[in-house]
């Protein structure tokens, strides 16, 4: 459905990204991970034909964005950042106006409103001036206008920004109920968002595709490292040779020590939790907790985006 | 043509949203009709002046022309309002797209440059003859209590919504360069005072240059509607002036995106 090939973008000297190349199959939710200045908006603005990269090219939908940006427009839904909204407006006056402007047949404009008013749960305020409504539901208003058309391809740049915790649940939820019937974008640098919601992921760290792959494939790839977490009553430094009885260990850490218990991430190469019970019951230290953590999103982001600032 | 429709129906919905056109309308009304009563007032002075004049030394009376005397000079003033007034309509129509971040709505969907750029103008437009609606009330009264002739009144009209539309034009511009309305505001005002005055610095130049200058001068074509003549030069120079104001707001805001 989408095919980004080699897209670069020059902001004067500095490239906002370089060669960026993935594919999004219909139906999928893909989400686009970076920290803030990744290139993720970059990316989104060229292909939503917001403007045009300085070289590559991207097909979305069959139609190229340097030959027929309209038809690429015609098919697509777009949530920038900050939802495009006029504040003076009301919510209705507003999807109306933009359903004009996508090209909805006239006579499915008010069906194509309320479809999107239900969707993007604002049925309780399509009469409020939208300069009025909260963060929360600002941000469903800017949703609702992206869906009007019933788009071929959603693109939303970092959805749930701004909007409380139950609102996110809610709107993560309805990013999902879209996939398969739309073919959707999301950026995001929030992690757990793209585990919940996203069928692929693709990394970006300063304009360049790091990592592409799905959340689980993301995390078996880290699972080079096992993470232990331990608790144990002990004192001082009584854990320390026991560790370095290990030659699996590579990596230990007290994370946090309260009434004498002893909380360590021990990182190994391979699942040592037997022996390492073992051992600890027979030095006679009382084992309080014990159990191996696998790497989360969040700390493979962390590994890809810090090992890149390192380099 | 439907999408320009709308952005032009969703212009005007901004404009009577917003105190803004309120005021400016309100303003434009109370200050062309003081000065529509100045006038007035001065004309009927003289009038009656000439009246106690010709009485006391047996002479006959002038002639007095509503017309010449009166509307003439009142659509020049008109001219001169509309060039302080019409930059507070201009200021925000590009610019608060800018600011607001609602361009990028703009130009991801299915519309081409031409569409928003005209609708946009067209509204402007649009307001700018319903500014000059009060006015046409004060010119009624003239028709209720004397007797000018009708043409030149239509003519003068017709002149003033082809100067205003070239102002737009300008200020639209200009609007589409910043996202700062004060700025808009204050460059569409210096662009149509410069080419306000320009025909004056036509009488210091060359021969050659002259002619340019007095040209360029938007209000030297004003003057034949003013005085009741409709001449397709004047008409056509207006609507020059207007199609390039356009296009230039078309290639600027083309060249914003390309630069971006």
């Known amino acids: 459905m989408i095919q980004v090939n080699a897209l670069t973008k020059y902001y004067g000297e500095k490239a906002a990204i370089d060669g960026v190349t993935f594919q999004v199959q219909k139906g999928e939710v893909l989400g686009l991970l970076g920290p803030n200045g990744a290139g993720k908006t970059t990316t989104m603005r060229i292909l939503t034909c917001y403007m045009p990269p300085t070289s590559g090219d991207a097909t979305i939908a069959g139609f190229n964005i340097w030959d027929e940006p309209m038809e690429i427009k015609r098919r697509l839904g777009y949530l920038p950042e900050n939802p495009p909204l006029y504040t003076d407006l009301r919510v209705t006056e507003y999807l109306e106006f933009v359903a004009k402007i996508k090209e909805v047949p006239k006579d499915r404009i008010p069906s194509a409103i309320s479809s999107a008013v239900e969707k993007a749960g604002l049925t309780d305020v399509v009469n409020k001036v939208i300069g009025h409504l909260s963060k929360g539901y600002k941000q469903r208003v800017g949703l609702a206008q992206a869906l009007l058309n019933d788009p071929d391809v959603l693109i939303l740049d970092e959805p749930t920004v701004g909007l409380d915790p139950r609102q996110i649940i809610e709107i993560r939820e309805l990013i999902k109920a879209l996939g398969g019937e739309h073919t959707v974008i999301l950026s995001t640098h929030i992690l757990p968002e793209v585990e919940m919601t996203c069928g692929r992921v693709v990394i970006i760290n300063e304009g360049k595709v790091v990592a592409q792959d799905t959340p689980d494939g993301l995390t078996q790839r880290l699972k080079g490292t096992e993470r232990i977490i331990l608790e144990v009553k002990a004192d001082g430094q009584q854990m320390e040779p026991i560790f370095s009885r290990f030659p699996q260990i590579t990596r230990f850490q007290l994370e946090d020590s309260k009434n004498g218990v002893q909380k360590y991430v021990v990182e190994t190469t391979e699942d040592i939790r037997n022996e390492l019970a073992k051992a600890v019951v027979q030095n006679n230290i009382d084992l309080f907790e014990l159990h191996s953590e696998s790497l989360s999103l969040e700390e493979i982001f962390l590994h890809l985006t810090t090992k890149e600032e390192v380099a | ?260």
């Open chain 2, 1 to 260: 043509m439907r999408k320009t429709l709308a952005i032009f129906e969703k212009e005007m919905r901004h404009f009577f949203y917003s105190p803004i056109a309120y005021i400016v309308i309100a303003l434009f009304a109370v200050i062309t009709g003081v000065f529509f009563y100045l006038y007035l007032s001065s004309f009927v002075q003289a009038m009656i002046m000439d009246m106690i004049r010709s009485q006391q030394f047996r002479t006959t009376p002038q002639k007095f022309n509503v017309n010449l005397q009166l509307i003439r000079p009142y659509f020049w003033n008109l001219a001169l309002i509309s060039l302080f007034v019409l930059p507070l309509v201009t200021m925000r129509l590009y610019s608060e797209e800018k600011k607001n971040g609602t361009v990028e709505l703009l130009y991801t969907s299915p519309l081409t440059i031409t569409n928003i750029v005209l609708g946009k103008f067209l509204a402007g437009l649009f307001f700018y003859i319903i500014m000059l609606i009060p006015t046409m009330l004060f010119m009624g009264l003239l028709f209720v209590y004397g007797n000018p002739e009708f043409l030149p009144v239509v003519s003068g009209y017709l002149g003033l919504i082809l100067l205003g539309g070239a102002f737009i034009a300008g200020g639209l511009f200009i609007s589409s360069l910043t996202e700062n309305q004060i700025i808009a505001a204050i460059g569409g005002f210096g662009l149509a005072l410069l080419l306000w005055v320009i025909g004056w610095a036509a009488n210091f130049a060359g021969p050659g240059m002259a002619s340019v200058l007095n040209y360029l001068s938007v209000i030297n074509h004003f003057e034949d509607f003013a005085q009741g003549v409709i001449d397709t030069q004047h008409i056509a120079f207006y609507l020059l002036f207007m199609t390039l104001g356009v296009y230039l707001t078309m290639r600027s805001v083309e060249s914003i995106k390309w630069r971006a």
